[in-house]
Every structure is written in structure tokens, then in C-alpha cells.
């Protein structure tokens, strides 16, 4: 008795993070739901009943998955896995915004298969930690194989998650750049007329991701998530940082609209949606605070580059790739010991 008393004098016994943030996972799960689900009725007003589909489609496949696995394991009195299904209604929710608007509904139910039973069953099973990104991870798994198709099959080109005229694009040049945006402009909407580049990728985005449909409501839903849910804000603020210099830096370099630039590079959904609700994951994602700047700022880059080379969906393959390198991240700052009052690493 005496030894288990002076243990806890000498250390420092740390709840788990959803109990230090006064709310339970459950708690945490349902309240990140109801943020998404405030950008997927905007996504739904701004994009039709189409968006409306992909998201219910990918929450159905989630749950259902979810209470058939719940069910086998309760049957054959197997431990519980998961046993509130509130986690997966994040997974779909997301997976459904983080679809291009112009995808099948197939591929939508397929990712949100993919994403349950693989990357969050799977993976939480055969290995210590989720590595990978869910929903990431499994779109990334779709692209490659709908890419492949489309090498074969040129008529399945349309509507999938690769698109060709990406690849006529050209964001090297100011006059190409403002060429290219005619993807973004809409015309004749009710009470809104004609809407610019700039502005439809800011407040009225039908192009895309369908959580990204009001870029400007991601970055306000998404600020007040981080700060009332704690999201590891770091990665959030040095990749959107990171995002504003490279768009800004471009666009002096290059000539023309530097709002249009930022517009393009930050506001289209595939980063704005993503840095806010997929970069934040906090089992793929790294954990000293240091490590947290490096990685958004890594994460910026990567995804700059692959939009200047028009893979406009790109954020999603550079976030896969720096979910690989996060235990690398993990240990790039030495930790102070438990028992130590002072840390000198960067947590």
C-alpha cells in the first residue's frame, strides 16, 4: 500500500485525452457528428439532392457493417469491437463529404465498405494503432483502381473520382491559371446571379468534394470543432499557414489574382474539408507538438505540388503518405519521462 501511495506522489497519473477533455468518446464522437452534419446540410443545399444521396449512402453502409459485425461478435460472445456505432457515423459522415460530387453512388458505398471493415476493423485488429487514415485510405485504394480501369476502359472515365480534364489544366503561367478556373465559375444562381471563380470556390462550390461546397462555412464549422472539441489545432493552423504563403508566394511569382490563388489552393474542398476533419484523426496522426507543425507544413507542400500537377484531390494521397511516416514523427522529439515536472521535448 505503501508503495502504490508513494507512486502516485512521486508520479503523474494522465487520464485518457477524451476523459481529460471532460466529455467521453461517445460524447466526442456524436458532438464532431453534429458539426459535420451542420457543412452536409449546406453541401446538400449548395450541390442538390445528389450530395444528399452520397451521404446517406455512405452512413447506411457504415451502420449496417457495423450492427452486422456487432451482432457476429455478440453471437459468439467475442469481445466487443466497437459497442456505440457512433464512431462509424463520423466515418461515414466523412467518407460522404469527402466524395466528389460527380462520383457513382457505387463507389461511394464501396469506399464506406472499404473504410469500416478494412481500415477501421482491420487495421484496429492486426495491428497495435490505426496507421492509415479510414476514410483516406480506402478513397486512395478506389482512385488507384478506378484509375486503372479508366487506362482500359476509357468510357468509365466519366463521373469517377479521376477526372481527364484535370489533366488540361495548367497552373504554371497567371493566363493559364485563370484559364483553367472556368470549373468554378456558375452562372444564373437564384438570388446569388453570376458567381466568379473566387467566389464560388469561397461560398458556393458545385465542383468537387461535397464537403467542400461552402469553403468559407468549413473554415468557420471546422475553427469552432477544433477549439470546442480540441482537435490538434497545430496541424490545422500550420497546413492552412503553410497553404496562404505557398498561394500568395505563387501568385507574385506568377502574376494575377492573388485571391483567386488563395481561393484555389486553401478553398477548394479537398484541402479545406481535409485539414480540418481527416489531418486531425488522432491515432494516424502525430502527437508532440513539434511534430504536429512539421507534419501540417509537410502536409501543405505535398499537396501544393500535386495541385500545381493537377491531381486536385491530392491532399488525400499526401496525407496518406505522412499517416506512414507518423510514427517516424512521434519520435522526432525526446520526451521527458514520467515523473520529470519540466519537458524539454514538445510535449
Given amino acids: 500500500m505503501e508503495e502504490k501511495q508513494q507512486f502516485l506522489n512521486e508520479y503523474e497519473v494522465i487520464k485518457p485525452p477524451y476523459l481529460h477533455l471532460g466529455f467521453t468518446k461517445d460524447e466526442l464522437m456524436l458532438k464532431t457528428f453534429l458539426m459535420l452534419s451542420i457543412i452536409a446540410v449546406a453541401s446538400v443545399i449548395i450541390m442538390g439532392v445528389d450530395a444528399f444521396i452520397h451521404i446517406i449512402s455512405a452512413l447506411g453502409t457504415v451502420l449496417i457493417v457495423h450492427s452486422i459485425i456487432f451482432s457476429y461478435q455478440k453471437w459468439q460472445d467475442l469481445p466487443i469491437t466497437y459497442k456505440s456505432p457512433t464512431s ?20 461511394t458505398i464501396g469506399v464506406a465498405f472499404v473504410t469500416v471493415l478494412i481500415f477501421k476493423y482491420g487495421q484496429g485488429t492486426l495491428v497495435d494503432r490505426k496507421y492509415l487514415n479510414p476514410a483516406a485510405a480506402s478513397k ?19 463521373g469517377l473520382l479521376f477526372h481527364p480534364h484535370h489533366l488540361e489544366l495548367n497552373l504554371f ?20 446571379g453570376d458567381l466568379s471563380a473566387t467566389q464560388s470556390l469561397l461560398f458556393w462550390q458545385t465542383h468537387g468534394w ?9 473554415l468557420i464549422v471546422g475553427g469552432i470543432a477544433a477549439y470546442w472539441l480540441r482537435y490538434k489545432w497545430r496541424i490545422i493552423v500550420s497546413t492552412l499557414v503553410t497553404m496562404l504563403i505557398l498561394a500568395i508566394s505563387i501568385g507574385l511569382i506568377l502574376g494575377g489574382d492573388p485571391l483567386l490563388r488563395i ?38 507542400i505535398l499537396t501544393f505540388i500535386l495541385q500545381l500537377f493537377n491531381v486536385l484531390g491530392g ?7 505522412l499517416n506512414i511516416a507518423t510514427p517516424f514523427f512521434d519520435k522526432i522529439v ?14
Fill in 173 to 192: 503561367t497567371a493566363e493559364g491559371f485563370k484559364n483553367s478556373m472556368w470549373i468554378f465559375q456558375r452562372e444564373s444562381l437564384p438570388f446569388l
Fill in 263 to 300: 481561393a484555389f489552393h486553401v478553398f477548394t474542398g479537398s484541402v479545406i474539408f481535409l485539414i480540418f476533419f481527416m489531418a486531425t484523426e488522432p491515432q494516424s496522426t502525430p502527437m508532440p507538438v513539434y511534430s504536429q507543425i512539421i507534419f501540417g507544413i509537410i502536409l501543405a
Fill in 140 to 158: 486512395v485504394l478506389f482512385l488507384l483502381i478506378l484509375s486503372l480501369i479508366y487506362i482500359f476502359e476509357e468510357p468509365l472515365a466519366s
Fill in 315 to 321: 491532399s488525400v494521397i499526401a496525407l496518406l503518405i
Fill in 210 to 218: 461535397i464537403g467542400g461546397a461552402c469553403g468559407v462555412l468549413v
Fill in 334 to 347: 525526446i520526451k521527458t519521462p514520467y515523473g520529470h515536472k519540466e519537458s524539454e521535448g514538445g510535449v
Fill in 88 to 107: 462509424h457515423m463520423v466515418a461515414g459522415m466523412i467518407v460522404g463529404l469527402a466524395m466528389p460530387i460527380a462520383a457513382p453512388v457505387e463507389v
